[in-house]
Nanobody, 121 residues
Framework: QVQLVESGGGLVQAGGSLRLSCAASGSIFSIRTMGWYRQAPGKQRELVAS???????ANMDSVKGRFTISRDNAKNTLYLQMNSLKLEVTAVYYCNAEVWNTVVIGWMNYWGKGTLVTVSS
């Protein structure tokens, strides 16, 4: 029905940059809010940043000024530009989206399978 596929994770040195992407496909009429979450080992999943269909963004305090969330509505794709990476951001990053599913005919919430970001010293 609807798939979210993240890409762009990997191993990077502290201070470096990565750009994550999340492509949504399937039975999509519209996408409302999209967000990036992360889950570090032994910790709960937490919201990193979100963006509405009108491009209103919200970031967690610890990434403000370093991470930028954006989206391309024509491509149903979400991005997260991560700069000045610190060791503590090592985690699996998940994409989330509120989608109007044309089969279900309603708003549904979807998750990607995640992409691992590892920051080394």
């Amino acid at each position: 029905q609807v798939q979210l596929v993240e890409s762009g994770g990997g191993l990077v040195q502290a201070g470096g940059s990565l750009r994550l992407s999340c492509a949504a496909s399937g039975s999509i009429f519209s996408i409302r809010t999209m967000g990036w979450y992360r889950q570090a080992p032994g910790k709960q999943r937490e919201l990193v940043a979100s963006i509405t269909s009108g491009d209103t963004t919200a970031n967690m305090d610890s990434v403000k000024g370093r991470f930028t969330i954006s989206r391309d509505n024509a491509k149903n794709t979400l991005y997260l530009q991560m700069n000045s990476l610190k060791l503590e951001v090592t985690a699996v990053y998940y994409c989330n989206a509120e989608v109007w599913n044309t089969v279900v005919i309603g708003w549904m919430n979807y998750w990607g399978k995640g992409t691992l970001v590892t920051v080394s010293s």
